[in-house]
């Protein structure tokens, strides 16, 4: 029998009320840092640099997004993904979604299949929309949808098997959504914590990322000094990100699994740090659509990673 016969079927509410729902098949993960296979992305046909946060806005103020050169940056971020093996997938772009190339936010990819998030900015609303629809394309059975106020997908941070951060920042993911997750995996058995940010750093994700196997990428200048403890008490080694760089989105990168990442050329710090630990380090020039308010991580949704 091959993988697509014992594919679990398309399904719009796969999760077990009581907990113990089975981790699907053909797609998911354990943790975020195995060997990425599949890789969910937005177009940027249609992204417009819109006033959607502080950093965005700021950029708007001062040199506004250059969207051809985005799309180019963002071509060689697709470029590098496929270059690593990485069978790409991407939303089938609409005119109508401006923000739909930061995929990792409208679903978010779980063991079980892919969580329906609630995007919190009308402009993104219609991304859940349209996420629901390429779960359908792709044949990802979806474990549940957010029904208690809003959730975005950068704060579902899966720190380790079994363990998730949520960030709660009341503008984007607010706190009812934040509780609504973290009740379905309390109830799968996982250890669930929140932690509260301000609404400026928009996600977790922009200051929290997991490397590989008990290493992760802090800002420990914006992060809450508890969460870093959390970490280092669960054995996490911490490699600091500096305040600046986590600005211009450089805490803000995507792990390959076996040592490989694809990070941000501005994140100086970063960079030499994983290289100097021997990682295999693919720097991409993002700074032109970064200024439209996410980063690389912000960009990708995991669908499927091997141990
Ligand atoms: N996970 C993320 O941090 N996503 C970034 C989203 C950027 C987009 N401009 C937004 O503000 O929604």
Redesign the pocket.
Known sequence: MNMQTQAEPFTLQRRNPGGGTAPLRRWGFANETDRLTDVLLGSPAHLKH?S??SL?RKHLREAPCNIQVAQAQHAELVAAYQHFGVNVHVHDAQPELP?QV?A??SSVMTPYGAIITA?A?WW?RGENYAAIRTCERLGIPIYDMVTAGTF????FNVIEEGCVLIGCGGA?TQEEGARQVASWFEAEGWEVRIAFIDEYY??I??MVVPVADKLTAVCEACTDPAVVDWLKGKGHEIIDVPFQDTMALGC?FMSLGCDRVIAPTSSKTLIGKLRARGFEVADLDMSEISK????I???AQSLKREA
Do not use: A, I, K
């Open positions: 819109l959607t946060s965005s923000m930061y990792r936010d995007m900015q993104r975005e997908g950068g704060d984007r928009v996600h994700d922009l803000n439209t308010g996410g980063g991580h912000c960009m």
